[in-house]
């Protein structure tokens, strides 16, 4: 037996359709014999649970106006939210064959068998529906959207940006910052080739959309580093952190990397004013935990255990810094004795951080282990944030700043 009430729309708007086509077409009336038949033919199918027979027998029997038109619409929404895709397929389809709608009521339908096709992963039907359009005076925000998620699933962006440019010429919020987002892929593509020229240029793009965008700076990082400008890979990967700090657990590694190939005895110095920085300035836990392995490496066992005890001050204490903790802690010569116990404690600390989401989207709430720069839940660029360490006030800040610029 059928269980969900939006089913029951279906012979409401069948009927109102129904009503409809008696009050416009009068002279009909002889019709309406085969008309009244399908209609109890479609009620009966649903009370016997052949859905998709009712589903057609309604379909096909309404006439449309303005009160049957939206609850097809609404109808076809439920069942597309519910996963049943094919249903809502067929019952936008029925309704933008309909040649009695007006243009703005075709292009809904046209928009919502878009949205359709996208869920169901049908890309090109979709594509070719927004196309078509997003030239019309009706829903064209909409199926530059919808486009825009087409481009973005297929990885086209340089169609993204020009659907984006169009979406931003209509107003749309945080375009700038998406367009950005498609030039640093680019950008990135560009360096896979070897291309640091494109890169370079793609990474000025994006800039001027979104000044001191810290993706487009760990873009230039990595072509510094490419041309052995370490010095500069350097700065402008301090400058990313400084501006997103919770991209640390991203570009804090990096910075460690780059450090150890500077010339010269101040390498380590550097690294340290940098990470001291880090963890000082802006409370950023893995810069903390980098800083207490440095310690420990130049032999300044007090600093190192001052920072450990800073780590173990922290709620939730991180992962990480336990980890950390005991690896050091199990090679002191106090210790030795208790090998066995503290093998344990590391592999079952090494076991948690490998089960843990590091990252998380501010926007959705999405957690996963990689960082990626587009979330893949809500699709907002630029939202995911490393989970592991503390937000202070001055990160908060930050975070402020970036919401600021995000919305610009
Ligand atoms: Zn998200």
């Given at each position: 037996?059928?269980?969900?009430?939006?089913?029951?729309?279906l012979?409401?708007?069948?009927?109102?359709?129904?009503?409809?086509?008696?009050?416009?077409?009068?002279?009909?009336q002889g019709?309406?014999?085969?008309?009244?038949?399908?209609?109890?033919?479609?009620?009966?199918?649903?009370?016997?649970?052949?859905?998709?027979?009712?589903?057609?027998?309604?379909?096909?029997?309404?006439?449309?106006?303005?009160?049957?038109?939206?609850?097809?619409?609404?109808?076809?929404?439920?069942?597309?939210?519910?996963?049943?895709?094919?249903?809502?397929?067929?019952?936008?389809?029925?309704?933008?064959?309909?040649?009695?709608?007006?243009?703005?009521?075709?292009?809904?339908?046209?928009?919502?068998?878009?949205?359709?096709?996208?869920?169901?992963?049908?890309?090109?039907?979709?594509?070719?529906?927004?196309?078509?359009?997003a030239?019309?005076?009706?829903?064209?925000?909409?199926?530059?959207?919808?486009?825009?998620?087409?481009?973005?699933?297929?990885?086209?962006?340089?169609?993204?940006?020009?659907?984006?440019?169009?979406?931003?010429?209509?107003?749309?919020?945080?375009?700038?910052?998406?367009?950005?987002?498609?030039?640093?892929?680019l950008?990135?593509?560009?360096?896979?080739?070897?291309?640091?020229?494109?890169?370079?240029?793609?990474?000025?793009h994006?800039?001027?959309?979104?000044?001191?965008?810290?993706?487009?700076?760990?873009?230039?990082?990595?072509?510094?580093?490419?041309?052995?400008?370490?010095?500069?890979?350097?700065?402008?990967?301090?400058?990313?952190?400084?501006r997103?700090?919770?991209?640390?657990?991203?570009?804090?590694?990096?910075?460690?990397?780059?450090?150890?190939?500077?010339?010269?005895?101040?390498?380590?110095?550097?690294?340290?004013?940098?990470?001291e920085?880090?963890?000082?300035?802006?409370?950023?836990t893995?810069?903390?935990?980098?800083?207490?392995?440095?310690?420990?490496?130049?032999?300044?066992?007090?600093?190192?255990?001052?920072?450990?005890?800073?780590i173990?001050?922290?709620?939730?204490v991180?992962?990480?810094?336990?980890?950390?903790?005991?690896?050091?802690?199990?090679?002191?010569?106090?210790?030795?004795?208790?090998?066995?116990?503290?093998?344990a404690?590391?592999?079952?600390?090494?076991?948690?951080?490998?089960?843990?989401?590091?990252?998380?989207?501010?926007?959705?709430?999405?957690?996963?282990?990689?960082?990626?720069w587009?979330?893949?839940?809500?699709?907002?660029?630029?939202?995911?944030?490393?989970?592991?360490?503390?937000?202070?006030?001055?990160?908060?800040?930050?975070?402020?700043?970036?919401?600021?610029?995000?919305?610009?």
């Amino acid at each position: 037996m059928i269980n969900d009430w939006f089913w029951l729309l279906l012979p409401v708007a069948a009927a109102s359709g129904w009503w409809v086509a008696r009050r416009l077409h009068p002279e009909d009336q002889g019709d309406q014999e085969p008309s009244l038949h399908r209609y109890l033919e479609g009620v009966r199918y649903l009370l016997d649970d052949r859905t998709d027979d009712a589903l057609q027998a309604f379909i096909e029997m309404v006439e449309v106006d303005h009160e049957t038109f939206e609850t097809h619409v609404i109808l076809g929404r439920l069942f597309r939210r519910r996963g049943e895709v094919d249903r809502a397929i067929r019952i936008h389809q029925n309704l933008v064959a309909r040649p009695s709608l007006k243009d703005e009521q075709r292009a809904q339908a046209l928009n919502e068998l878009g949205q359709d096709f996208l869920l169901a992963g049908v890309l090109d039907r979709a594509e070719a529906v927004f196309r078509e359009l997003a030239d019309s005076p009706h829903q064209a925000v909409p199926a530059l959207k919808g486009l825009q998620h087409v481009y973005e699933t297929q990885r086209e962006w340089e169609r993204a940006i020009e659907v984006g440019t169009r979406l931003k010429s209509h107003n749309v919020p945080n375009e700038h910052l998406r367009i950005a987002h498609y030039h640093c892929e680019l950008a990135t593509i560009a360096l896979e080739h070897g291309d640091r020229t494109t890169a370079s240029e793609r990474s000025v793009h994006a800039e001027e959309l979104v000044p001191g965008l810290s993706r487009a700076l760990l873009i230039k990082s990595e072509i510094a580093e490419r041309e052995d400008r370490i010095a500069d890979a350097i700065a402008y990967g301090r400058e990313a952190v400084a501006r997103t700090p919770p991209l640390a657990p991203l570009v804090v590694p990096r910075l460690e990397r780059l450090h150890q190939a500077l010339p010269g005895e101040n390498r380590l110095g550097q690294l340290e004013q940098t990470l001291e920085d880090l963890a000082n300035s802006r409370g950023i836990t893995v810069a903390r935990i980098a800083l207490m392995r440095l310690y420990r490496r130049t032999g300044r066992l007090d600093a190192a255990l001052s920072e450990l005890g800073m780590i173990l001050s922290q709620r939730p204490v991180p992962t990480s810094g336990l980890l950390e903790a005991v690896r050091w802690m199990k090679i002191l010569p106090a210790v030795q004795e208790y090998s066995v116990e503290f093998a344990a404690f590391e592999k079952a600390l090494s076991d948690q951080l490998g089960s843990q989401h590091l990252y998380q989207c501010m926007n959705c709430g999405y957690q996963g282990r990689a960082h990626v720069w587009q979330c893949p839940s809500c699709r907002r660029w630029d939202t995911l944030r490393g989970l592991d360490f503390e937000l202070d006030a001055s990160t908060e800040e930050a975070e402020d700043a970036l919401v600021r610029e995000g919305t610009r």
